[in-house]
């Protein structure tokens, strides 16, 4: 089988994209059953819910494929409309130097919930 | 009946436009292609259109109607807003009025090696089939490489070089189904690309078209499924 570099880099992200729909997905259906479980929604509830650790790694994890989404996605649109590779790398690189950095900033957030 | 139909012609050197045309003609039980037959007739015999089997068999006479990719042949002109605007086939090279260079789309079916690849030794009569392995070649073999679901793709405006376009992926699945192919791994790694295969967003603007009514989508998302299988 071929093992050039990049050449497998489609299916990957492909499945990837797929992968973490499926993940948000799903969290949004739990998240919504746990929303409606808390009752109303005051500061306290909402504190309360992120309190657990298997919440946070939850959201965590949520923030994560999030950002791999929106990352995969805006390489196909890079890969559609940006033709000039010294735009589209340094702009690929950008965004995932920016998405990585939103990922620390949802982990402070989430953990900063005592 | 009025039409508006694309017209150039690079030996005038005339800007490319569209021509309104006005002609008497009963729509009631005919179709584009009699239209554009009869304007070339009575109006205006320099108008150029591809088309031979007038039925939807040999897919000569793909063109662009009111916006949407059609067989002109097999296209009812009863219900259709006037003035009809004829066009070429988007995004492909127009040589003159609605007839465009289909090189890059035979390039992309050549691409996917659309023939029966076995080097087993030939057998005295015939490569045998079960009916359940023949059958997974329906609404595959049916395409007559008409254009119409490559050229209404997106993805092949973006990148018409790199992105092998609907057809041509519907012909490469229609081999990699068959029973009787060997080269399925090849076939495989040819399409393994990020430009060849997966520029496919699942649009299904090529399903919306095709004349024939197949699904090249499916048989893309079956192609991925199969790259997931072998990966895992």
């Known amino acids: 089988m071929r093992r050039v570099g990049g050449a497998h880099r489609g299916l990957d992200m492909w499945l990837m994209q797929r992968a973490s729909a499926l993940y948000m997905a799903l969290f ?80 402070d957030i989430l953990w900063s919930v005592p | 009946m009025k039409f508006r139909i694309y017209r150039y012609d690079p030996e005038s050197g005339a800007t490319p436009g569209m021509r309104d045309y006005d002609i008497d003609f009963d729509p009631k039980g005919r179709k584009v292609l009699d ?13 150029a259109f591809r088309r031979s089997c007038r039925e939807g068999v040999c897919g000569s006479d793909g063109v662009n109607v009111n916006g949407t990719n059609v067989l002109a042949c097999i296209t009812a002109l009863e219900g259709l807003k006037e003035p009809i605007e004829i066009r070429p086939l988007p995004r492909l090279a127009v040589i003159r009025d609605l007839i465009v260079d289909m090189d890059q789309f035979y390039q992309h079916y050549r691409a996917v090696k659309p023939y029966l690849i076995n080097l087993d030794p030939e057998p005295e009569r015939e490569r045998l089939q079960s009916p359940a392995d023949r059958a997974e070649l329906d609404g595959l073999w049916e395409c007559i490489q008409c254009g119409c679901c490559t050229t209404s793709c997106p993805s092949f405006w973006w990148n018409p070089d790199r992105f092998l376009g609907p057809a041509a992926l519907m012909q490469a699945y229609r081999f990699i189904a068959d029973s009787r192919d060997q080269a399925t791994d090849e076939r495989l790694d040819h399409l393994e690309d990020p430009y060849r295969l997966f520029r496919c967003h699942g649009i299904m603007n090529c399903v919306e078209v095709c004349p024939k009514g197949l699904n090249p989508t499916r048989a893309i998302g079956k192609i991925k499924s199969l790259l997931v299988k072998r990966a895992s």
Not at chain 1, 34 to 58: C, E, H, I, N, T
Not at chain 1, 63 to 78: D, K, S, Y
């Open chain 1, 28 to 107: 949004l259906v739990v998240f919504a059953g746990l929303l409606l479980a808390a009752g109303g929604l005051d500061y306290q509830s909402w504190r309360g819910l992120f309190r657990p650790l298997a919440m946070k790694v939850a959201s965590l994890l949520f923030a994560a494929a999030l950002l791999a989404h929106a990352w995969i996605g805006l390489r196909e649109i890079f890969i559609d409309y940006l033709r000039v590779m010294a735009i589209r790398l340094p702009l690929l690189f950008l965004f995932g130097v920016l998405y990585l950095g939103c990922l620390v900033w949802a982990a």
């Open chain 2, 35 to 47: 239209a554009l037959i009869a304007i070339k007739d009575t109006q205006d015999e320099s108008l």
